[in-house]
C-alpha cells in the first residue's frame, strides 16, 4: 500500500506544483519546485502507506485469532455435551 500512496501523492504534487507555476507565469523555478514536491509527497505517502498496511495487517490478525480462539471454544463446548 506504501508503493501506491506513495505514486499518487507524488503525482498529484507534482501536478499542482506546475500548473500553480504554469497559472503563475513562473517558468524558471516550476519544475524544480515540482520535482521536490513529488519526491517530498512520495516519500510522505510512502510512510503513511506503509504504517496503513501495518495497521491493517495487525488488526484483520488479532481479529482472526479471536474468532479462531471462539470457535475453538464452541468446539470444546459442543464437545463435552
Known amino acids: 500500500m506504501g508503493r501506491e500512496f506513495a505514486g499518487i501523492l ?4 507534482f501536478s499542482t506544483a506546475v ?3 504554469a497559472i503563475a507565469g513562473e517558468a524558471d523555478s516550476t519544475l524544480l519546485t515540482a520535482t521536490i514536491q513529488l519526491f517530498a509527497f512520495a516519500a510522505g505517502g510512502w510512510i503513511l502507506g506503509t504504517i496503513a498496511d501495518s495497521t491493517t495487517e ?17 468446539a470444546k463446548t459442543q464437545a463435552k455435551s
Open 58 to 74: 495487525q488488526s484483520v490478525r488479532a481479529r482472526f485469532a479471536a474468532e479462531m480462539q471462539a470457535a475453538e471454544e464452541a
Open 19 to 21: 500548473l500553480r507555476g
Open 10 to 13: 507524488g503525482l498529484v504534487a
